[in-house]
T-cell receptor, first 115, second 116 residues
Framework: DADVTQTPRNRITKTGKRIMLECSQT?????MYWYRQDPGLGLRLIYY???????NKGEISDGYSVSRQAQAKFSLSLESAIPNQTALYFC??????????????FGPGTRLTVL | AQTVTQSQPEMSVQEAETVTLSCTYD???????LFWYKQPPSRQMILVIR??????QNATENRFSVNFQKAAKSFSLKISDSQLGDTAMYFC?????????????FGTGTRLKVLA
């Protein structure tokens, strides 16, 4: 079974709709991240969380919100989707703060299209 | 602010040959980590190789190796004996080691195509 899962894998929605992307992990990591990937821009950080009560904005958080329901679950919401939020979204996890060497582990991604 | 630059949007290489992907970064920190990720058509982000800034020895993982030039702030990836399965997007990533946040800063990627 995959260590980091994302649902849905693909989603098409309409402008103005509320949508939630979900991420679950079985790695036991305390840190979780949401990124979006756009062609020519690489991956950019939306939000990150060190634990259930510690959530932080990344470089492009406008238009997004997150919820850390448990250590293993981190959801990303688009309250009112707009077409320029069409992108590939990744969830990632990492281990405790004294292990940066281990890097981050990524889920399979969610392809979101906003019409 | 730290930045990561991958100046080659696309590259191609013949199967069994060697190719080098470039990555430069800008930082004022002395302690940091560098990573190369591979993203095949499946979209999965796969860690290829990593390097700690305070280690002078270049990292090697099988056919993948890096040329880490700290003074020049350069971190290139060399793929030897290229295989068709190496066809993918490759992202260079920088992680500061002292800020405590351990966030990645990614480059814009290089699309590599291995030709049969």
């Amino acid at each position: 079974d995959a260590d980091v899962t994302q649902t849905p894998r693909n989603r098409i929605t309409k402008t103005g709709k509320r949508i939630m992307l979900e991420c679950s992990q079985t790695k036991g990591h305390d840190r979780m991240y949401w990124y979006r990937q756009d062609p020519g821009l690489g991956l950019r950080l939306i939000y990150y969380s060190f634990d259930v009560k510690d959530i932080n904005k990344g470089e492009i958080s406008d238009g997004y919100s997150v919820s850390r329901q448990a250590q293993a679950k981190f959801s990303l919401s688009l309250e009112s989707a707009i077409p320029n939020q069409t992108a590939l979204y990744f969830c990632a996890t990492s281990e405790k703060r004294d292990s940066p060497w281990l890097g981050q582990f990524f889920g399979p991604g969610t392809r979101l299209t906003v019409l | 602010a730290q930045t990561v630059t991958q100046s080659q949007p696309e590259m191609s290489v013949q199967e069994a040959e060697t190719v080098t992907l470039s990555c430069t970064y800008d930082t004022s920190e002395n302690n940091y980590y560098l990573f190369w990720y591979k993203q095949p058509p499946s979209r999965q982000m796969i860690l290829v190789i990593r390097q700690e800034a305070y280690k002078q020895q270049n990292a090697t993982e099988n056919r993948f190796s890096v040329n880490f030039q700290k003074a020049a702030k350069s971190f290139s990836l060399k793929i030897s004996d290229s295989q068709l399965g190496d066809t993918a997007m490759y992202f260079c990533a920088f992680m500061p080691g002292t800020s405590g946040t351990y966030k990645y800063i990614f480059g814009t990627g290089t699309r590599l195509k291995v030709l049969a």
